[in-house]
C-alpha cells in the first residue's frame, strides 16, 4: 500500500466507524501541526476531533499524490459542503520522520465552481 493509499483508508476508516487505529499507525507519536484554519498548533487527536466535527457536514475526495518522496507526500484533494455548493481545493503536505507523518500543512482555496464537473467522479461517490 502506497503512503497516499494509506493516508486515505485511515482518514476514510475514522470517518466512517471512528475506528481512528489506523491513523494512530500512521502518524508518529511527536506529530504537530499547526491548523490551517485557527492558526493554532494542535496533535492528532485535534485532528480527529475535528473530523469528527465535520464529518456529518463534508464530503472528502481522496487525496491524489503530487510529489512523493522518502520525507514527503505532497497531495491534493476536494471537499463539498452537504448542504450547500460550496468547494474548496485542499493540498496536504505530510512530513515523515521514521516512516511516520510527524508534521502536517494543508492549503484551502475556495473554488467558485464544482470541480466534478467533465470529471470521472461525481459527490455520490463519496457519500
Known amino acids: ?3 497516499a493509499e494509506a493516508y486515505n483508508k485511515a482518514w476514510r476508516l475514522g470517518a466512517e466507524s ?4 489506523l491513523v494512530d499507525e500512521i502518524y508518529h507519536p511527536d506529530f504537530k501541526a499547526v491548523d490551517a484554519v485557527s ?3 494542535v496533535n492528532i487527536d485535534a485532528f480527529k476531533e475535528a ?3 465535520l464529518k ?3 464530503l472528502v475526495t481522496p487525496a491524489e499524490v503530487i ?4 520525507n514527503l507526500l505532497k497531495a491534493h484533494r476536494y471537499n463539498k459542503y452537504k448542504e450547500a455548493d460550496i468547494f474548496n481545493s485542499a493540498t496536504v503536505s505530510l512530513f515523515y520522520k521514521d516512516g511516520k507523518i510527524i508534521n502536517q ?3 484551502f ?3 467558485d465552481y464544482d470541480p466534478s464537473e467533465g470529471q470521472y467522479w461525481n459527490w455520490e461517490d463519496y457519500e
Open 109 to 111: 482555496e475556495e473554488l
Open 51 to 53: 473530523l469528527n466535527t
Open 105 to 107: 500543512e494543508t492549503v
Open 56 to 58: 456529518d457536514s463534508i
Open 39 to 41: 492558526g493554532v498548533e
Open 1 to 3: 500500500m502506497t503512503r
Open 18 to 21: 471512528n475506528d481512528f487505529s
Open 67 to 70: 510529489v512523493e518522496n522518502e
